[in-house]
């Protein structure tokens, strides 16, 4: 056996034992490993995947557990299968890029820059016009979630998960202070972004600066109503984080 061999059966039998672990659905298992190739790029677009019977096989894993986690890609737009022709991966752009499981699965292993750019473009296009909005419609109890989202950043900070849901609800607090249904149904992507590009920027090292003043600066525009002011420091925000995230992706 190669060694080769030994790390792919040592791979394989973690994370058979992890999908058995406690709270650990095993097709949620299957289909993260599974996803984080695909999105990685071990499998390319019209690539077929091993078949049911050797994929359980190799993972010791039943059959059923491995057809439900086919279906989670399916529904998510990364494989179809069809009988006899197997499950192929299909084109990147039949892909869920913002389903928040595809998201977290694009950054398991070294997302494309091209990629993580996309992200950011996404969300300097959405949430600048989010925050005027936001600073147009908010109330007192918006207010209030926003304050209370920069209190837990200050007391957590983001290198922690406390900090970074903190940092998940402020943003998504923004989104829905604009009683916008359909920008409303960004929150969770766009929650998800934030959460894995500020966990990706810390990977090799630490943040390069503090981002929660940049965020300050975005709830005290909101606060006084300012929509041109709040859409500006959000692009700011946003524009930063990119930066931070490019040096990252550098080092």
């Avoid at 190669?2 to 709270?23: I, Y």
């Avoid at 091209?114 to 007192?140: Q, T």
């Avoid at 109890?141 to 998960?161: N, S």
């Amino acid at each position: 056996m190669t060694d080769a061999d030994l790390t792919t059966t040592e791979a394989n039998a973690k994370l058979a034992e992890e999908a058995r672990g406690p709270g650990r659905r095993l097709h949620g298992a299957i289909a993260h490993k599974l996803g984080t190739a695909i999105l990685s790029g071990k499998y390319a677009p019209g690539d077929i995947l091993s078949g049911e019977v050797a994929f359980a096989e190799e993972l010791q894993v039943s059959r059923s557990a491995y057809r439900e986690a086919i279906q989670v890609l399916t529904a998510k737009g990364l494989v179809a299968s069809r009988p006899k022709a197997g499950t192929r991966v299909l084109p990147r752009d039949r892909w869920n890029l913002l389903d928040p499981e595809v998201l977290g699965w694009a950054f398991a292993g070294e997302p494309d820059i091209e990629f993580v750019r996309s992200l950011f473009e996404l969300r300097a296009i959405v949430e600048p016009a989010a925050a005027r909005l936001a600073a147009l419609r908010r109330d007192k109890a918006d207010l209030k979630t926003m304050k209370d989202a920069l209190t837990a950043m200050r007391r957590h900070t983001l290198t922690t998960e406390a900090g970074r849901a903190a940092d998940r609800d402020f943003h998504k607090s923004i989104l829905q202070a604009t009683r916008n249904d359909a920008l409303l149904t960004l929150s969770a992507s766009i929650g998800a972004a934030v959460n894995w590009t500020t966990q990706f920027k810390q990977r090799a090292r630490a943040l390069p600066r503090n981002p929660i003043p940049d965020h300050v600066k975005v709830y005290d525009a909101i606060a006084a109503g300012d929509a041109n002011a709040a859409a500006e420091a959000m692009n700011v925000l946003v524009d930063l984080a990119l930066e931070d995230t490019r040096s990252s992706m550098e080092d």
